[in-house]
């Protein structure tokens, strides 16, 4: 969908205003400066060649001439009328001496005192030509701009309030996205934003819409990893106090018990402090995975794959693996997050698939991602428990496998990081199949 850009919006504002005020301009000042202008407004000129002419052709040249007297008198115009021969036909109203200082001076009409027009006008009746020559005195003409202005300045005053107008909602148009975005990193510093604050902001299709989206993602982002990691202390928290616990207990009973006794209970200290370190080992990867600040680099996957199948068969020699790659694989990605990931995935499906049952690891490619499976053939998850699955520390109902319940979940946070999903389902024909679904390009 095109974006109506508020780059182009601005711009053709400005535009429109300058071209709109530079071209009333330029038109109000040859409008007033034009000869036909002048001919066609001034109300002493834009009748009169037709007037005359009637009264030269049905009362003759007398009651012609008491006119254009009648017409100085009223607006201060001298009229000189030729034929096509050049010849006056009426005395007209130049006086000799206007006359002569004209032809002294005809290079420079500016200078002269007054403005000098010419009107041909042919009779519809006889069909005679006549031309008709004005002269009117500056000043007088000067008066008549003057009051003649109300129009022009009317259409440029109307342009200025249009212009204004679209100025207001442009500036709105900007202001007002601007301040709910101000709003809305308030709220997010404040830890009280709401993803619907934007949603209209979001619909639109230009610039602040796309920005509104962005910080929707982001706030939604920031929330949930706020609220992550606030469940991971509470996680964090309640899963210590187990093993801590019992090494309290432990010791209690080592202080308590015979010098001959003790040795019994060491064996089970040793046994709670692994436990320890491994939960808290399992927490780091968690944390680290989320703080992975370093860039994307290719990785190839069929190596990372072949390194965890490896180490995988050397912990658990009696458990079959069965690799199903395609050659080439390669993505922009992490190495190091994609192989705990694979790790994880494979040493969940060895802690709950039967003994001699194998484990099949495929990995396949489409045209924008890389699917990587790992499926085993165990009981499975019960269909209610899928949706928990991959939250740290959740562990299905009837569990027996020792577990802390983060291996799938920095499964989830790797293709996370890579800007894919981890898909866990159970498999048709029995067992549980976790997925990774990773683009080939990770998204900023």
């Avoid at 709109?20 to 834009?46: C, E, F, T, Y």
């Avoid at 912990?315 to 080439?328: F, K």
């Avoid at 990931?341 to 990995?363: K, M, V």
Wanted: aromatic content about 6%; glycine content about 6%.
């Amino acid at each position: 969908m095109p974006l109506r850009s508020l780059f182009w919006r601005i711009l053709a504002s400005f535009w429109l205003a300058i071209a709109l005020v530079a071209g009333l301009s330029i038109l109000l000042g040859h409008m007033l400066n034009q000869d036909a202008w002048i001919l066609s407004r001034h109300p002493g000129l834009n009748t009169l060649a037709k007037n005359w002419t009637q009264r030269y052709e049905e009362q003759g040249p007398e009651a012609a001439q008491r006119y254009l007297e009648l017409r100085k008198r009223r607006y201060n115009i001298d009229v000189q009328v030729l034929n096509d021969s050049g010849e006056a036909v009426v005395p007209g109203t130049f006086p000799r001496r206007a006359a002569a200082f004209e032809a002294r001076r005809h290079n420079d009409d500016r200078q002269l005192p007054w403005r000098r027009l010419t009107e041909e006008y042919t009779s519809p009746k006889t069909r005679d030509t006549y031309l008709l020559i004005y002269r009117i005195p500056h000043p007088e003409l000067d008066a008549w701009h003057r009051e003649s202005l109300l129009w022009p300045l009317s259409a440029l005053g109307i342009a200025l309030v249009v212009l204004t107008v679209f100025s207001l909602f442009v500036t709105l148009s900007i202001t007002r996205p601007l301040s709910r975005l101000r709003g809305a990193v308030h709220d997010l510093g404040q830890t009280s934003y709401q993803q619907n604050s934007l949603a209209r902001l979001a619909n639109r299709r230009d610039e602040f819409g796309v920005l509104a989206n962005d910080f929707n993602r982001m706030g939604a982002r920031l929330q949930s990893l706020i609220g992550s990691q606030r469940q991971l202390l509470r996680d964090v928290s309640h899963e210590l106090r187990s093993p801590l616990a019992r090494l309290r207990i432990a010791l209690a009973l080592a202080e308590r018990a015979a010098p001959e006794q003790r040795d019994a209970y060491w064996p089970r200290l040793t046994r709670e402090c692994d436990r320890l370190e491994a939960l808290i080992s399992e927490i780091l990867v968690l944390a680290r995975v989320d703080a992975e600040q370093a860039h994307a680099e290719p990785v190839d996957v069929n190596a990372v794959l072949a390194a965890v199948c490896k180490d995988a068969q050397l912990s658990a020699p009696e458990q079959p693996l069965v690799l199903r790659d395609t050659p080439g694989l390669h993505l922009q990605g992490w190495p190091t997050l994609l192989e705990r990931a694979l790790d994880n995935l494979l040493r969940n499906a060895l802690r709950f698939s039967p003994a001699g049952q194998p484990i099949e690891i495929t990995a396949s490619q489409d045209s924008e991602r890389i699917v990587l499976s790992v499926r085993d053939h165990g009981p499975g998850v019960a269909a209610e428990h899928l949706a928990q699955l991959g939250e740290p520390f959740y562990r299905a109902p009837g569990q027996s496998a020792p577990g802390h319940g983060l291996g799938l979940a920095i499964a989830r946070r790797a293709a996370e990081r890579h800007g894919g999903s981890l898909v866990l389902e159970n498999h048709p024909q029995g067992g549980f199949v976790a997925m990774l679904e990773l683009p080939l390009v990770p998204s900023a």
